[in-house]
DNA sequence: TTAAAAATTTCATATAGTGAAACAGTAGTA
DNA sequence: TACTACTGTTTCACTATATGAAATTTTTAA
């Protein structure tokens, strides 16, 4: 006996080839798949009847409107630009974080590459403590709401969150409080460095404005100086803006 | 028999429970579902195998970097920034969307109001006939760029899409050109309207800016004019930036 | 209007999914 | 360290659900 559901697992092939190629009809779907017409008749049916899948003259689509990761984010709104100046000087793509809740959500991106697959991060949301954009916000907060933070992280993480855990991050944000930027090396094995500075708004932290590059593009040395004129950026923006 | 797949059912089911509070555990999963243990295992496991759920000690959160709606988009990148005069001035939303092969895609939104349920709307992608945003898009691209565009439309859409349709939508992109911009009135069993003007980049249009606002916020009357301060907008932009 | 193609339903059956229970792993406490 | 309680994982017997072939209905295109 399989330890996994093919059922399940058919289901979600159809949701992953109608995300590749919507607007598609039963005949095409069940050749693209290999799946039996009326198997994959039935399939589609309870994807339609729970509102992942909509069927329009025979033609089925995914239903963006009910999407799973479409969560409903209750803070305040940011918006910045951010120079080209920026992102050719470093090599690297920047990112606008917004907290919801326990988690930071990446609300604008500005690749600097004319690679566009980097906009496919837009919208995700990672626990604050896994993330420079997250810390960036979270060191800045007044204590208050810090503390309500780090108790919900219990709740909210992925991660089994213990009390040391919680010591070590209340340092880490005591760290980056000093030096102003918050710095993540967690995707260290795939040579990548975050580097996040807080934006103000009525002289509260609302959102953090990142950079990720390699750690050629981000050195060490360079850390300093390259969260100064991140902070000049998103100082010009508070100007602007609020 | 039932015509519907009550497996599929329970996995999905299994989705939309993490959607709403993630990092919980089986135990947990199982008893908020009234699933047996073995079964909600089960699904769990194949969740995981197909990489739509992630598992990190014992706590099983969504898998936020594999979503089936996080398509990779390849075209240039955009940014903007917008005045929020222009989004009290109107007491409207304003978003930018890129063109990805027939569908426009929400990179970024302006909400005027502290409600930031209007970010949910980020990453959504519609097909471009049915939306201010691609319209204003298509609309200005060269025509042999928009014929391919208008022949591809038979395989993206959910709609059926004639060659009646075809006329009617070339008419109304050519309306589009002479005006200046891209007004949709299709949701207006809501009352809602949208305006979108072209953003250019390299005098080629690269994405769009649209306002989005009740009949009141965005008045008959009133669109010549609302869409030249848009475009004046959207011309500072392309000089910013381009 | 007709024929072909696609969509939907039916039916027999077997296999995939279920749930109870056994087993293994983990954490906390005395 | 040993014990207990709880959780996670695997096994096993059984049947209900999913499958696929085929029939029927609907849709489409000429």
């Known amino acids: 006996m399989a ?19 919507s607007g598609q009809s039963l005949t095409t779907i069940s050749k693209n798949l290999g799946l039996n017409k009326s198997t994959t008749f039935r399939l589609l049916e309870t994807l339609v009847e729970e509102k992942q899948v909509k069927k329009i003259d025979h033609l089925y689509s995914l239903d963006h409107t009910n999407s799973f990761l479409k969560k409903p984010i209750s803070i305040d709104p940011v918006s910045i630009s951010v120079s ?3 992102l050719k000087q470093f090599n690297t793509t920047a990112y606008v974080g917004i907290l919801s809740s326990t988690n930071v959500v990446i609300t604008q991106v500005f690749p600097v590459k004319n690679d566009f697959s980097e906009f496919s991060v837009l919208g995700n949301i990672t626990p604050v403590h896994l993330s420079a954009l997250g810390k960036a916000i979270v060191a800045f907060l ?6 309500i933070i780090l108790e919900n992280l219990h709740y909210d993480i992925g991660t089994k969150y213990t009390l040391s855990d919680h010591t070590i991050f209340q340092k880490n944000l005591n760290v980056i409080e000093e030096k102003g930027y918050a710095l993540d090396d967690e995707e260290s094995s795939l040579g990548v460095r975050c580097l996040a500075v807080p934006i103000y708004r009525n002289h509260q932290v609302v959102a953090s404005l990142g950079l990720s590059g390699s750690f050629e593009s981000l050195p060490r040395t360079g850390l300093v100086r390259i969260s100064k004129i991140l902070m000049r950026s998103s100082q010009q923006i508070t100007n602007e803006f609020f």
């Open 3 to 21: 330890t996994s559901s093919s059922t399940l697992r058919n289901g979600l092939k159809i949701l992953k080839l109608l995300a590749q190629h």
């Open 84 to 86: 080209r100046d920026i």
């Open 142 to 147: 007044p204590k208050d709401k810090q503390e």
